[in-house]
């Protein structure tokens, strides 16, 4: 019994720890941002990764449909927002445990490259979102030729 204990007590701390992560990643946000968070708004989870021709963007958004989602754009940051709404259960139920979030979400995304924000697309299957911005092509450091002509 106390082996069963000790494991769950764990997982337990385990939860709490993944929960301390991802508020203190939304309040280093709120403060990047400059804007403080919105009581009553979660924030969904993503990853992001950059790829030689894209940045993609992975938000997990179980439970939420497409026409419940708000994505806009802009050349230096994307904002996701929306609702979940809670699905009434049939029958008579109990909840024992509830860890889902429900209501008003809110995600901002800094991007740190030069994106074609007509060419992004996003799809949402199995309740991921998933986001494809195409880069710009860099022109820092681009080598230009310049032609010098001889005055007389």
């Given at each position: 019994?106390?082996?069963?204990?000790?494991?769950?007590?764990?997982?337990?701390?385990?939860?709490?720890?993944?929960?301390?992560?991802?508020?203190?990643?939304?309040?280093?946000?709120?403060?990047?941002?400059?804007?403080?968070?919105?009581?009553?708004?979660?924030?969904?989870?993503?990853?992001?990764?950059?790829?030689?021709?894209?940045?993609?963007?992975?938000?997990?958004?179980?439970?939420?449909?497409?026409?419940?989602?708000?994505?806009?754009?802009?050349?230096?940051?994307?904002?996701?927002?929306?609702?979940?709404?809670?699905?009434?259960?049939?029958?008579?139920?109990?909840?024992?445990?509830?860890?889902?979030?429900?209501?008003?979400?809110?995600?901002?995304?800094?991007?740190?490259?030069?994106?074609?924000?007509?060419?992004?697309?996003?799809?949402?299957?199995?309740?991921?979102?998933?986001?494809?911005?195409p880069k710009?092509?860099?022109?820092?450091?681009?080598?230009?030729?310049?032609?010098?002509k001889e005055?007389?």
């Open positions: 019994m106390i082996v069963r204990t000790i494991g769950l007590k764990r997982i337990e701390a385990e939860r709490l720890r993944d929960r301390l992560g991802r508020m203190l990643a939304a309040l280093q946000e709120a403060l990047a941002d400059g804007a403080a968070a919105t009581p009553g708004v979660w924030s969904p989870t993503f990853d992001l990764a950059e790829g030689a021709e894209a940045v993609h963007i992975a938000i997990e958004l179980p439970g939420v449909r497409a026409e419940e989602i708000e994505l806009t754009l802009t050349n230096t940051e994307l904002r996701l927002a929306g609702q979940k709404k809670r699905r009434a259960l049939r029958g008579s139920v109990t909840h024992l445990c509830s860890e889902r979030s429900y209501g008003r979400f809110s995600r901002m995304i800094t991007l740190h490259w030069p994106v074609r924000v007509r060419g992004a697309t996003a799809a949402l299957k199995d309740g991921l979102l998933t986001v494809r911005l710009l092509a860099e022109r820092r450091g681009a080598e230009f030729k310049v032609e010098v005055q007389g």
